[in-house]
């Protein structure tokens, strides 16, 4: 299961404050992507990157930036904007036009 | 726009039954199609995948099979056991490097 890590495993913030998610790969894959996963549902792309600073707005980037500033590296800022934050982030990465992407063990935020 | 529609949403079986598994694309450039699997509370896991050039692929008692024509492509495992039960992804690959997902298919498989 190594290869692409994601800290911490949980998170607890209060509301208002931004966080950042953390998410790092060594399989010199090019392309990287944030998932939210909430209860029931499917897996939603909420940015991707596929080349060091450069990235694109997946289907629900409102309230979340994110960062390319290092091949191995693509963190995730939920800001104090996101309306309902809580919720499991899966950090993925994938060799690009090769498509099989890898999954990070994910970090469950709690904001109350 | 791109839409990857998946049933059924929940699905029990008995050990040892086949379990199948459907999804619908609407993307006609789509050329990639991969199953994840997800264990409760793990990350998802890439159980088998298939491209556009082919109609069928296995691995063991998993097996894809893809219809272009109507845009539709399944699931199947056979001889279920209970390590089985998880939720299944399918996905669907165009031409952006991203995948679209479906909603998922809770797989329960009763000893």
């Known amino acids: 299961d190594g290869g692409i890590t994601q800290s911490p495993k949980y998170l607890f913030r209060k509301e208002g404050q931004n966080v950042t998610l953390s998410c790092e790969q060594n399989?010199?894959?090019?392309?990287m992507y944030w998932y939210r996963q909430d209860p029931g549902q499917g897996l939603r792309l909420i940015y991707y990157?596929?080349?060091?600073?450069?990235?694109q707005k997946g289907d629900i980037a409102e309230g979340y930036s994110v960062s390319r500033e290092k091949k191995e590296s693509f963190p995730l800022t939920v800001t104090s904007a996101q309306k309902n934050p809580t919720a499991f982030y899966l950090c993925a990465s994938s060799i690009v036009r090769n498509y099989e992407q890898y999954f990070g063990p994910g970090t469950r935020l709690t904001v109350t | 726009g791109e839409n990857v529609e998946q049933h059924p949403s929940t699905l029990s079986v008995q050990e040892g039954d086949s379990a199948v598994i459907k999804c619908t694309y609407s993307d006609s450039a789509s050329n990639y199609f991969p199953w994840y699997k997800q264990e409760l509370g793990k990350r998802p896991q890439l159980i088998i995948d298939i491209r556009s050039n082919v109609g069928e692929k296995k691995d063991q008692r998993i097996a894809v099979t893809l219809n272009k024509t109507a845009k539709h492509f399944s699931l199947h495992i056979t001889e279920t056991q209970p390590e089985d039960s998880a939720v299944y992804f399918c996905a669907d690959g165009g031409a952006t490097n991203k995948l679209i997902f479906g909603t998922g298919t809770l797989l329960a498989v009763q000893p």
């Open positions: 990157s596929q080349i060091v600073n450069d990235f």
């Open positions: 399989l010199n894959h090019d392309a």
